[in-house]
């Protein structure tokens, strides 16, 4: 679950940060933060965001400091979920089903821990 929560978050930053699959970069991002969404500033949610998904997600497929990328991870999904709530529970209306999911998954993350298998059982890290 922690790998596969990871990678699937990484692309999404990548999106915000670099414009990659087909993303908006920083700029137009933080534009439909900013002028869309009414958080502002725009531009600096946006990089939040862009980094929590991205390095956070990263961080969780190799399980280092997982504990606390889960819920920084988590606090961003409640945030998406909050702007998702007014159109309803379904995905294919914008709904929030989507990211209360992924905010299930970090929240998950977060009290359970990397595993047997992460960077910080490896390196006895203990949050």
């Given at each position: 679950?922690?790998i596969?929560?990871?990678?699937?978050?990484m692309?999404?930053?990548?999106?915000?940060l670099?414009?990659w699959?087909?993303?908006?970069?920083?700029?137009?991002?933080?534009?439909?933060?900013?002028?869309?969404?009414?958080?502002?500033?725009g531009?600096?949610?946006?990089?939040?965001?862009?980094?929590?998904?991205?390095?956070?997600?990263?961080?969780?497929?190799?399980?280092?400091?997982?504990?606390?990328?889960?819920a920084?991870?988590?606090?961003?999904?409640?945030?998406?979920?909050?702007?998702?709530?007014?159109?309803?529970?379904?995905w294919?209306?914008?709904?929030?089903?989507?990211?209360?999911?992924?905010?299930?998954?970090a929240?998950?993350?977060?009290?359970?821990?990397?595993?047997?298998?992460?960077?910080?059982r490896h390196?006895s890290?203990?949050?």
């Amino acid at each position: 679950m922690r790998i596969t929560t990871g990678l699937l978050l990484m692309p999404h930053g990548a999106q915000k940060l670099f414009g990659w699959f087909g993303g908006y970069g920083l700029s137009g991002t933080g534009m439909y933060f900013g002028d869309t969404l009414g958080l502002q500033p725009g531009y600096l949610f946006a990089l939040l965001a862009g980094l929590v998904e991205f390095f956070g997600g990263l961080a969780l497929v190799f399980g280092l400091l997982t504990r606390p990328a889960a819920a920084a991870v988590a606090a961003l999904l409640a945030v998406a979920v909050s702007v998702h709530l007014p159109n309803g529970i379904f995905w294919t209306n914008g709904g929030f089903e989507y990211p209360l999911m992924w905010f299930v998954f970090a929240v998950a993350l977060m009290l359970r821990g990397g595993g047997e298998y992460s960077l910080d059982r490896h390196l006895s890290m203990r949050f």
